[in-house]
């Protein structure tokens, strides 16, 4: 199993429509979590972070739940412009110690007018 | 302007050269990393420095390179023990690395081609 798994899509929706995305971690000691937006041929940017049970930031919704070991990112009013990759990151303890940053493959995105 | 630099953005190398991707911050972050991204796949950590000094193997360490000399600048050097060179490589900075709330910034990455 790997460490972090996303659902790779790509996921086709209309503008306008509520997209759900999901990324299970095997490591139950995870501490921290993120999401993070991939354009084409660009570096990820920081979109969200998520500490605690979720974070909210306009129409961005992350959520964790730690017994499933899964995070969600939620985007309401899909935009045209939200088209990209969706990475999501764990920050879990490696076994010698210190945080190692685990990077899922990403979920496609394409937003269609 | 504060941030995370790459140089060059396109690189072609021959097989059996050495190159040196060059990687500076002005974030004063403590922590820089190298990684590789190839199509369809996750980010896969090949060196990360979390002092001055101070790197560490990542999961693909082998045919690389690293120094940390400055605590802006994280050169990476593919060497021609690499078996598979070409990809989108990702340098990344964090305020101070080992905290389980830190938070990694990217670079513009370089994109590297063996002909």
């Known amino acids: 199993r790997k460490e972090v798994e996303q659902d790779p899509g790509p996921f086709n929706v209309p503008e306008g429509a509520t997209v759900a995305f999901n990324c299970t971690y095997s490591?139950?000691?995870?501490?921290?979590f993120f999401w993070y937006r991939q354009d084409c041929r660009k570096e990820p940017k920081l979109l969200m972070s998520v500490y605690s049970s979720g974070n909210e930031d306009g129409r961005f919704t992350a959520q964790l739940n730690r017994a499933s070991q899964y995070i969600s990112l939620l985007i309401r009013d899909s935009k045209l412009s939200d088209s990209a990759t969706y990475l999501c990151a764990v920050k879990a303890p490696p076994p010698a110690g210190g945080f190692k940053t685990i990077f899922g493959a990403g979920t496609r995105l394409f937003v269609k007018a | 302007d504060g941030g995370i630099t790459q140089s060059p953005k396109y690189l072609f190398r021959k097989e059996g050269q050495n190159v040196t991707l060059s990687c500076e911050q002005n974030l004063n972050h403590d922590a820089m990393y190298w990684y590789r991204q190839d199509p369809g796949q996750g980010l896969r950590l090949i060196y990360y420095s979390q002092i001055v000094n101070d790197f560490q193997k990542g999961d693909i360490a082998e045919g690389y390179s690293v120094s940390r000399e400055k605590k802006e600048s994280f050169p990476l050097t593919v060497t021609s023990a690499q078996k598979n060179p070409t990809a989108f490589y990702l340098c990344a900075s964090s305020l101070r690395g080992g905290l389980g709330t830190d938070t990694q910034y990217f670079g513009p990455g370089t994109r590297l081609t063996v002909l």
């Open positions: 490591n139950s000691a995870s501490q921290s």
